[in-house]
């Protein structure tokens, strides 16, 4: 654990958040009482991601890719970008 006087920690803030980031800890002092601790945050936990936590809730047709048929193409192509209310 490292300590340091209010000035010293406002001079040279990058510095000691590389020193915390490195997993150690800081304390500012003010008038040599310790008044604040910088220490590293913990990384959250993160959640194991497991395959198929969907299966069952998605559903596809079976023709979803095949081509569309010249009416709906031209619905596709020829429709109003803000059709009339």
Not at 28 to 34: D, E, H, M, R, S
Not at 73 to 84: K, V
Request: positive net charge; aromatic residues 4%.
């Amino acid at each position: 654990m490292h300590t340091v006087n209010i000035h010293e920690a406002k001079t040279h803030l990058s510095r000691l958040l590389e020193r915390v980031a490195a997993g150690e800890e800081v304390i500012i002092a003010k008038a040599g009482k310790p008044m604040a601790r910088l220490a590293p945050l913990e990384k959250p936990a993160q959640k194991k991601r497991a395959p198929g936590a969907l299966k069952g809730k998605i559903w596809m047709s079976e023709n979803f890719d095949e081509p569309m048929s010249a009416g709906e193409l031209s619905s596709w192509h020829d429709a109003p970008i803000f059709p009339p209310n």
